[in-house]
């Protein structure tokens, strides 16, 4: 059975920092493209990042460029988030997501942020 599980999120201050961390379990990611998705309240779920199977290539969403970093460590089948400078608008639901033949194939609960101003 294929899990990702994310961790890490919590309630913040604008400013502040967080780490999200992804690790999957099940299979092994390392050859595949892993990304960042969120949803906010009474908004539909929006690509945040991704990274390719090496980690050689990211790909972030504007609004989120200069202040989030996606990192990987395929040893550990675990995916990062490092999201600073954290603004009341990036408040949301992080989801982790593992492609497969392309497609965001796996899925995992989902960790909260919540950004207080």
């Known amino acids: 059975q294929v899990q990702l599980v994310e961790s890490g999120g919590g309630l913040v201050q604008a400013g502040d920092s967080l780490r999200l961390s992804c690790a999957a379990s099940?299979?092994?990611?390392?050859?595949?493209?892993m990304a960042w998705f969120r949803q906010a309240p009474g908004k539909e779920r929006e690509f945040v990042a991704r990274?390719?199977?090496?980690?050689?290539?990211?790909y972030y969403t504007d609004s989120v460029k200069g202040r989030f970093t996606i990192s990987r460590d395929n040893a550990k089948n675990t995916v990062y988030l490092q999201m600073n400078s954290l603004k009341p608008e990036d408040t949301a639901v992080y989801y982790c997501?593992?492609?497969?033949?392309?497609?965001?194939?796996?899925w995992g609960q989902g960790t909260q942020v919540t950004v207080s101003s």
């Open positions: 997501a593992g492609e497969s033949a392309h497609v965001y194939e796996y």
């Open positions: 099940g299979r092994t990611f390392s050859s595949n493209t």
């Open positions: 990274i390719s199977w090496s980690g050689a290539s990211t």
